[in-house]
């Protein structure tokens, strides 16, 4: 399988660069995954496409201001860094730019000297290991220091910092919000609730890879980035019961899609626990738990758009995108949304 099978051509003017002023006013394009059928309707709708019974997953994640702007140290050499995971107590794995000037030993300042950093080491992909150093609380510097990690794709300013994050985020640690919940609203939230239908929350924090494009030719070449999930004992029972009564499970956004596959046994039983999980779904994958799945429409030759094909087939997908283009929905991270039942 080519990773150009999975290409499409996108105008540039198609990839939202701001979120809408009501998160649930987006378009929302469904598409049947046996049939290929394709609705469009708004994101408000999508309690007709869901039944009593059913159980939505949320990543309940939340996005740290992970970008931090510095000087180093001596030469007030300008330096941008990017928190990927934290390795333990203050030491981060990062991404540094320019990378040439964060060799160990390094010293940076940020906010004049509020917060500093030494790289201690050069690890995988070039990424640098760094020690913060700081009185204080260090969440508190971040949310002062630091600015939302948006993806490159988007040049505008974010003016409020909650406009990257979903109603429902909880636990801190992603370099990247679960885009596809972004479009769900309290108010949207409870009448799905009242409708009878679940909700299990999951946790997995979304890392930088899901913004890195696949640079092999054959699908099965690319090596997927680790992150770090959690599934409670109580997410776990309320998916295995759907299951059990013949509801339907379906996922809001690849994160949650990628936790609970991770969780499950060959049988199709979640798991509760934590750990890593380097899950690649692409087309010729059985699904063992999900039935469905809530998605923003993805980059080309993207991990996340052979994902959304192995749910629903290439040939679908890709169909569905073209209609996309077409009918001229928004893209990305502040885009429209897509129905996969």
Not at 112 to 139: P, S
Not at 155 to 174: F, I
Not at 295 to 314: I, Y
């Amino acid at each position: 399988m080519n990773v150009k099978d999975f290409s499409y051509e996108l105008p540039q003017e198609l990839i939202a660069q701001d979120p809408l002023k009501d998160r649930s006013g987006s378009r929302l394009l469904v598409l049947g995954r046996e049939s290929g059928s394709l609705e469009h309707t708004g994101f408000r709708e999508i309690p007709a496409y869901l039944r009593p019974g059913d159980c939505l997953v949320l990543n309940n994640t939340r996005v740290i201001p992970a970008r931090l702007f510095g000087e180093k140290e001596g030469t007030q050499a300008k330096i941008e860094l990017l928190l990927l995971k934290r390795r333990e107590h203050d030491i981060w794995e990062t991404l540094v730019k320019p990378g040439k000037k964060a060799k160990p030993g390094t010293r940076i300042s940020f906010g004049g000297g509020l917060l500093t950093g030494e790289i201690l080491d050069v690890v995988e992909d070039g990424n640098r290991l760094i020690q913060f150093h700081y009185e204080g609380i260090f969440e508190e510097l971040l949310d002062r220091l630091g600015q939302m990690p948006l993806p490159p794709y988007i040049t505008h300013q974010l003016q409020d910092k909650n406009r990257y994050q979903t109603v429902y985020a909880k636990y801190d640690g992603s370099a990247a919000a679960p885009t596809a919940g972004l479009h769900f609203t309290p108010q949207l939230l409870q009448e799905i609730r009242e409708m009878g239908i679940s909700i299990a929350e999951v946790t997995l924090h979304v890392g930088l890879g899901t913004f890195r494009p696949v640079k092999v030719e054959h699908v099965t070449d690319h090596h997927m980035h680790s992150e770090y999930y959690e599934v409670s004992t109580e997410a776990a029972e309320v998916i295995n019961q759907t299951k059990a009564q013949g509801g339907r499970v379906i996922c809001v956004g690849t994160t949650s899609c990628r936790t609970i596959e991770s969780a499950a046994s060959e049988e199709g039983t979640v798991c509760a626990g934590s750990g890593w999980t380097d899950i690649f779904i692409y087309p010729g994958y059985r699904f063992r738990v999900l039935d469905g799945l809530v998605t923003n429409f993805h980059l080309p030759e993207s991990t996340l758009l052979m994902l959304v094909s192995a749910l629903a087939g290439r040939e679908h997908v890709m169909a569905a995108y073209e209609e996309a283009v077409r009918e001229r929905y928004r893209f990305f991270s502040f885009g429209d949304a897509m129905l996969v039942v």
